[in-house]
C-alpha cells in the first residue's frame, strides 16, 4: 500500500463520519497531499497538513480537486506538511500506555460509602 500511495497525486477522503482514519494517516506520513471532509477527528488529525471540505458538498470537493491538481505548489506545500503532521502524533508505544491506562483507572476498585 505505501507504494501505491506514493505514487498518487493526492488522497481523497470523503467519509460522512472519521474518528481516525487510517487513510489520512498514510497519506499524511507518505507525503501525499490530502482532500477530506471536514467531519469527526479529521480537523485535529491532519491540522493545516490537508485541504478540507464540508461533508456532502460535491461542488466544493471537486473544486478543492481541480485547483489543488492545478497548483503544485500548493501540493508540495501539502506534501512538506504532511510528515511534520504525522512526527506530532503519539508512538505507538504512547498510544498503548495511554489505552491501558485508561483501563487501569476504569477497573480500580470503588470506594466504599
Known amino acids: 500500500m ?40 479529521i480537523p485535529d488529525l491532519v491540522g493545516e497538513a490537508a485541504e478540507l471540505v464540508p461533508y456532502g458538498d460535491a461542488e466544493t470537493l471537486a473544486a478543492t480537486v481541480v485547483g489543488l491538481l492545478a497548483d503544485p505548489g500548493h501540493r508540495e506545500l501539502l506534501r512538506e506538511r504532511g510528515p511534520r503532521q504525522a512526527a506530532t502524533w503519539p508512538t505507538e508505544d504512547e498510544t498503548v500506555a495511554q489505552v491501558l491506562s485508561v483501563y487501569d483507572e476504569l477497573t480500580q476498585p470503588l470506594p466504599l460509602p
Open 2 to 41: 505505501p507504494e501505491l500511495l506514493a505514487a498518487a497525486d493526492l488522497a481523497l477522503l470523503t467519509s460522512r463520519w472519521e474518528s481516525r482514519s487510517v487513510l489520512a494517516q498514510e497519506a499524511l506520513h507518505a507525503g501525499v497531499p490530502l482532500v477530506a471532509t471536514r467531519v469527526g477527528g
